[in-house]
Structure formats: C-alpha cells, structure tokens
C-alpha cells in the first residue's frame, strides 16, 4: 500500500490522479490533498477520500475549509499558508508526491518532497524549467525517485531502456522526437490569430486542459517548455530533441536510437494514462482510459511544425540553448502574457512579442539554488509586466 499526497488535487491532473487511485484501492491510499484557495472543490475531495491532511496555501480559503471540515465531522486535519504545501510534500505517510499545481508556485513543495526522498510524480513543468538542474540533484542527493507524467515525457521514459534515473544520459539515443497537436489553431493563417480570443484558444481539439495550459498549447510555448524539460529529465542537449506535429494526439512521443530503430508509446489523449503508469511504476494499473482501436483510428499523421505561425516554439527553443536562468525568465514572462491574453489585456500574438522582449533584456546566469530560480522568476514578471502595459497602451 503507498500513501499518496496530492499537490493540486483540485485541478485537471489532481482530479484525474484521485480518479486513479480510487480505481486501485489496494494499491495506493490518500493520505494528503493540497490546493491553492479554492476550499470548495477541497472540501468535496475530504468528504468522499477522507485524507490525513488536507492543505490550503491560501490562509483565508484554508480557515473557511476548516470551518467546514469541523461542522461535518471529519477527522482531517486542516493546514493553511504559503509554507502548508511543503508541509504536505514531506508528511512522513507519503510515499509519493503527486506535483501537479500549476505555474512557478509549484516549485517549492516539489523541491521538498525530492529532498525528502519521495517518489515525485512530476506534472509540474515549471520545476524543470526554472530549476531543474537543482531539482535533479537534490533528488539524487536525497535518493528520491522522479517519475515524468506529462504525457510525452512519460512516453519517452516507457520508450527508453529501464532502469535509467532521471537526468542521466540514456545509451545509445539518437533522436527524441516529442509531438505536438498543433493545437486549436494548426490551420490558422498567421494573419489571422491576432483576432483568436481566449475562449477559442482554450478550446483544445484534443485534451482537456486548465486554461493556462491550453494557451501554451495554442501557442507551441508547451511544447517549447516540454523540450526544455526533456534536457533536464534525459540528459540530452536540445538539439536532440525534435518537435513534430501529430494532429490526432495519439503518439504521444518517440525515442529513435543509434541503430535506426525507433520506439513509441500510444494511447487515448486521457492524462489518466501517464498518472497510471507513474502511480502503479514498475507495475501496470488500471487507469480507466478507453482503449485504442488503429482500425476505428486509420491514420496517423506527422508534419514539421510552422516557426513562423508559432513563434514560442522557436523562442523556447533559443532559451534552452542558452540555459541558465533563461528558461527561468522564458517560464515567467510567458506566464504574465498569458494571463494577460486570458483577461483581454493582449491579443494572441503579442504573447509571443512580449516574451522575446523580455528575453532580450536578460543576461543569463547560474541556477544555483532555490532563490536564483525565484529571483530570476521576479524579475521576469517585472519586465513582462512592463512590456504588456506598453503594448496596451500602444493599442497592440
């Protein structure tokens, strides 16, 4: 039996773990479930899996959920403040980490429970990106596991020979091939996706998706950080790994190796998939996903995607040649634009005009520890606020 906390447990992939874990009851049991503020959803996640702890960074949401918690007789205990995640990623009942909150907040906790030497099932890109050299090495420091569950990143760990811990090399790699959807806007003319508005571009073909996450995949920016995360988790340089569109989400990435052979992982577009293989690892369980059927499927298609159309992709792809605090600044910046396109403050295309401006204004140093990775986060978010008032004031 493993003990399992959840970070996040209110969004798509904490839903979908929890939807996991109640599928193999004998396998893992709920022990702490985390959010940011939003005390409703949590408190109906407490009620029906009856977790240890349930936890709140939010002091004010976390009051109101032990209110509720209280008057309804549960014995969970409640914990509330900036520090209450990293509490939770390191309760000594937790085998495995579920790191699934979204956005930079999310790398504090997930440095925590890799230094406690958890199994850290690892949703949250944003660690790798702005830190992931440290996080690498505090897991191997501390002998913890860390087990990929983007989907493409999973399907790259099932491709590639077992054993092999995150952040060392792989033998005898040639190529990754990491695919894409295209997402909502794969047809559109560049011209045109200055008018897409935040409700189509979150309307993804494929998966469902908060709405951060399904912007970056609108804009390839998920897949530029999906490379960046690539290099750190398999220890290869960014030029190794390519990027392909696959419209039908149904190869969910690629290994090629020095002999030509090339191997792929294929399932349903359901997160449910890589979060199984990652809970039950080195086991199988069952994750609820329906089944494939090629024949019903067809075709699968591949093409190579449009820089042009899609510049975060080739910006991203800049910042992990250079490294450094680069992807740190990169992550952020994007993060401002995107809320800023989320709350009609910007129009699509000055996301990516936005996070080159900022790029262009860094000078790249080390990562060498947490406050590096913060620092260089802060300053982004300065800059890219700067650069999103003065589009805005421009009219662009």
Not at 228 to 247: K, S, T, W, Y
Not at 275 to 300: E, F, K, N
Not at 324 to 333: D, E, F, Q, R, T
């Amino acid at each position: 039996m493993k003990g399992l906390a959840v970070l996040g447990s209110t969004g798509t992939i904490g839903e979908a773990t929890l939807d996991v874990a109640v599928r193999n009851p004998e396998r893992l049991r709920i022990v702490a479930l985390a959010a940011h503020s939003n005390h409703e959803a949590l408190f109906a996640q407490v009620e029906r899996h009856r977790p240890d702890v349930a936890a709140l960074a939010d002091r004010a949401a976390a009051a109101r959920l032990a209110q509720r918690v209280a008057s309804a007789g549960l014995p969970t205990r409640v914990t509330g403040g900036p520090d209450a995640l990293a509490a939770v990623a390191t309760l000594p009942e937790a085998d495995a980490v579920m790191a699934a909150i979204v956005g930079a907040v999310g790398l504090a906790p997930t440095l925590a429970a890799a230094a406690a030497g958890k199994q850290v099932l690892l949703a949250n890109k944003e660690s790798l990106v702005l830190a992931g050299t440290l996080l690498l090495e505090t897991a191997r420091r501390s002998g913890a596991t860390i087990l990929p569950i983007d989907s493409e990143h999973n399907a790259i760990f099932q491709c590639l020979p077992a054993g092999a811990p995150a952040g060392s090399a792989p033998a005898g790699v040639a190529r990754i091939l990491l695919t894409a959807s295209g997402g909502p806007f794969l047809r559109t003319r560049r011209e045109d996706l200055a008018s897409v508005t935040p409700e189509q571009a979150v309307a993804h073909p494929n998966w469902r998706m908060g709405p951060k996450i399904s912007v970056d995949s609108a804009t390839l920016m998920n897949k530029g950080l999906e490379l960046i995360e690539a290099c750190h988790l398999f220890a290869v340089g960014p030029d190794v790994v390519q990027v392909v569109i696959h419209p039908q989400s149904i190869v969910h990435s690629l290994v090629e190796f020095d002999d030509g052979s090339m191997l792929a992982q294929l399932s349903q577009p359901d997160m449910r998939v890589p979060i199984a293989h990652a809970l039950g690892w080195p086991d199988r369980i069952d994750s609820g996903a329906p089944r494939l059927d090629l024949v019903q499927l067809a075709r699968l298609s591949f093409e190579a995607p449009d820089f042009d159309r899609f510049p975060c992709l080739r910006i991203a792809q800049e910042a992990a040649r250079t490294g450094g605090s680069m992807p740190a600044v990169l992550n952020a910046a994007n993060e401002i634009a995107v809320a800023a396109f989320l709350g009609r403050r910007l129009n699509f295309a000055g996301i990516a005009a936005v996070i080159d401006s900022v790029l262009q204004q860094h000078e790249a140093g080390p990562v060498r520890c947490l406050d590096d990775a913060l620092a260089a986060d802060a300053w982004a978010r300065e800059r890219a606020h700067a650069a999103t008032a003065s589009r805005q004031a421009a009219g662009a």
